[in-house]
């Protein structure tokens, strides 16, 4: 049973956030707390699929292994999001490995306690499917910009992503390496680094380490949709 600050986190997740407050106790009175060191394993690729997860606190990347051993990122998650539900849905096996990008708080869902919970509410279980319907075609989308924009649009696009803010100026800090990042955006490293000299040298922004600050959120904005 989680306690009601955890509960109130819980509620931030898209998966949750049309849930009345009765329905969203039933599902924090069968979740857990997990903590994960950095780099620490949460599940392999082919494990069971017999639980989903929310992010307290930290992040996860969900990578593939190439056959010459090499990381393909698939996606980079964050606090406040849910992952592996998908998978929970459908049953079978994980079809990624799921680790920590430092160290990570989670709350972990049992499978088996979550479909007893949607079998006996039915419109819990439309709520949630409506969710996912609309995170699979942010999936979508972001399969279409890998596909069609240069490196220089997507670099442009996940820093517009990663903003606290919709206009202005803002200031946020990278969430992964720049090597696991590139890896998300289908990119090689030394492409990232040189994407983020460039919007550097154009004033776009402004490079601190892993510090970034963006001047103007709309002229990168406008960056982003003008070049080629």
Same mark, same amino acid.
């Given at each position: 049973?989680?306690?009601?600050?955890?509960?109130?986190?819980? =509620?931030?997740?898209?998966? $949750?956030?049309?849930?009345?407050?009765?329905?969203?106790?039933? *599902?924090?009175?069968?979740?857990?707390?997990?903590?994960?060191?950095?780099? &620490?394993?949460?599940?392999?690729?082919?494990?069971?699929?017999?639980?989903?997860?929310?992010?307290?606190?930290?992040?996860? =990347?969900? $990578?593939?292994?190439?056959?010459?051993?090499?990381? @393909?990122? *698939?996606?980079?998650?964050?606090?406040?999001?849910?992952?592996?539900?998908?998978?929970?849905?459908?049953?079978? =096996?994980?079809?990624?490995?799921?680790?920590?990008?430092?160290?990570?708080?989670?709350?972990?869902?049992?499978?088996?306690? $979550?479909?007893?919970?949607? @079998?006996?509410?039915?419109?819990? &279980?439309?709520?949630?499917?409506?969710?996912?319907?609309?995170?699979?075609?942010?999936? *979508?989308?972001?399969?279409?910009?890998?596909?069609?924009?240069?490196?220089?649009?997507?670099?442009?696009?996940?820093?517009?992503?990663?903003?606290? &803010?919709?206009?202005?100026?803002?200031?946020?800090?990278?969430?992964?390496? @720049?090597?696991?990042?590139?890896?998300?955006?289908?990119?090689?490293?030394?492409?990232?680094?040189?994407?983020?000299?460039?919007?550097?040298?154009?004033?776009? *922004?402004?490079?601190?380490?892993?510090?970034?600050?963006?001047?103007?959120?709309? @002229?990168?904005?406008?960056?982003?949709?003008?070049?080629?």
């Amino acid at each position: 049973m989680l306690n009601d600050a955890d509960t109130t986190l819980l =509620r931030q997740a898209p998966l $949750f956030s049309a849930l009345s407050p009765d329905e969203l106790a039933q *599902i924090a009175a069968n979740a857990r707390s997990l903590e994960l060191e950095t780099g &620490a394993l949460l599940f392999r690729e082919g494990d069971k699929a017999d639980a989903f997860y929310f992010i307290v606190s930290g992040g996860m =990347r969900l $990578f593939k292994l190439a056959p010459d051993g090499n990381e @393909k990122v *698939i996606e980079l998650i964050q606090a406040g999001e849910t992952f592996a539900e998908a998978v929970v849905f459908l049953g079978g =096996r994980y079809p990624v490995y799921a680790a920590a990008l430092g160290p990570a708080r989670l709350l972990r869902i049992d499978m088996a306690d $979550f479909i007893r919970t949607l @079998k006996a509410n039915n419109s819990m &279980a439309m709520k949630m499917l409506a969710s996912i319907s609309l995170r699979l075609h942010q999936l *979508i989308n972001d399969v279409r910009a890998l596909s069609l924009e240069t490196a220089g649009q997507r670099v442009a696009g996940y820093l517009l992503e990663h903003c606290p &803010a919709q206009s202005g100026t803002a200031t946020f800090q990278l969430p992964a390496h @720049k090597n696991v990042i590139a890896s998300r955006l289908g990119i090689k490293p030394e492409t990232f680094s040189r994407v983020l000299a460039s919007l550097r040298d154009l004033g776009l *922004i402004e490079l601190d380490g892993p510090q970034i600050r963006i001047p103007d959120l709309g @002229k990168l904005r406008h960056w982003r949709e003008t070049c080629v």
